[in-house]
T-cell receptor
């Protein structure tokens, strides 16, 4: 079966750096997405990786290794507003989007 | 209005009621989606419409009935629901070109409680 694994919850300190990992096993691969979802709100798009390597967007970066079935989202200079759930999703060989259960990130002062 | 809107934002209904959820996208996209989000579970894709045609129905019970009258509007008709159907129902849209790289834009969701 197809599977996306990410930690259920992580805690980090304001101003620090945190890395949220995502591993996947899918039938084929056509890209990996990261979304942010604040409590009670809609998921919003953060990043998309289809080739190996690091994509940087301001304080957020996303990394992909297709050979390892692995991605991470790196958040730098953490702010209290970064407290949210982070969803990893993979588009498989049939272009279906497979979602992880999300990682709840708690930021402490 | 911009982006993707959903109404109502909250809905409480009994198991014998009939209600409808509405979604509208103002982005000119050609694909729309219904998802179910339960606590600590992955998003569950329910239905997909491309150019108003339903292209996916992930074994969803018949008590959920989608309707897509045009490429901007999507409805989810609900009847004789069960308490386990209580969840956040999210609508999303995207511009699909067959190459899979386009992100989905989500509405704020309808929080449904079935008593």
């Amino acid at each position: 079966g197809q599977n996306i694994d990410q930690p259920t919850e992580m805690t980090a300190t304001e101003g620090a750096i945190v890395q949220i990992n995502c591993t996947y096993q899918t039938s084929g691969f056509n890209g990996l997405f990261w979304y942010q979802q604040h409590a009670g709100e809609a998921p919003t798009f953060l990043s998309y990786n289809v080739l190996d390597g690091l994509e940087e967007k301001g304080r957020f970066s996303s990394f992909l290794s297709r050979s390892k079935g692995y991605s991470y989202l790196l958040l730098k200079e953490l702010q209290m507003k970064d407290s949210a759930s982070y969803l990893c999703a993979v588009r498989d060989g049939n272009y279906q989007l497979i979602w992880g259960a999300g990682t709840k990130l708690i930021i402490k002062p | 209005e911009t982006g993707v809107t959903q109404t109502p934002r909250h809905l409480v209904m009994g198991m014998t009621n009939k209600k409808s959820l509405k979604c509208e996208q103002h982005l000119g996209h050609n694909a729309m989606y219904w998802y179910k989000q339960s606590a600590k579970k992955p998003l569950e894709l329910m239905f997909v419409y491309n150019f108003k045609e339903q292209t996916e129905n992930n074994s969803v019970p018949s008590r959920f009935s989608p309707e897509c009258p045009n490429s901007s509007h999507l409805f989810l008709h609900l009847h004789t629901l069960q308490p386990e159907d209580s969840a956040l129902y999210l609508c999303a849209s995207s511009q699909e070109n067959g190459r899979g790289g386009n992100e989905q834009f989500f509405g704020p969701g309808t929080r449904l409680t079935v008593l």
